[in-house]
């Protein structure tokens, strides 16, 4: 019924059976895809993170010509 004891290990009663390719590249994928966003979020927020800056303190210089009326 399982499809037979190709590519899997026996170890201790627990039969590990290997992952078919899909799995494998999609996990990869995924993982990639993680990194992509954990190393650009730490990059926008990475200061406010270690304290180095508060949050209040306002991004750059976007003035946008307001002058000082606000």
């Known amino acids: 019924m399982g499809g037979g004891h190709e590519g899997s290990t026996t170890y201790k009663g627990v039969t590990l059976h ?6 494998t590249v999609t996990g ?3 993982c990639a895809i993680m990194w992509f966003w954990v190393l650009y979020r730490a ?9 180095w800056r508060h949050p209040w303190e306002g991004h750059d210089d976007h003035s946008h010509g307001h002058g000082d009326k606000h």
């Open 28 to 30: 990869k994928g995924l």
């Open 43 to 51: 990059k926008q927020d990475g200061p406010v993170v270690l304290g």
């Open 18 to 23: 290997r992952p078919k390719r899909w799995h």
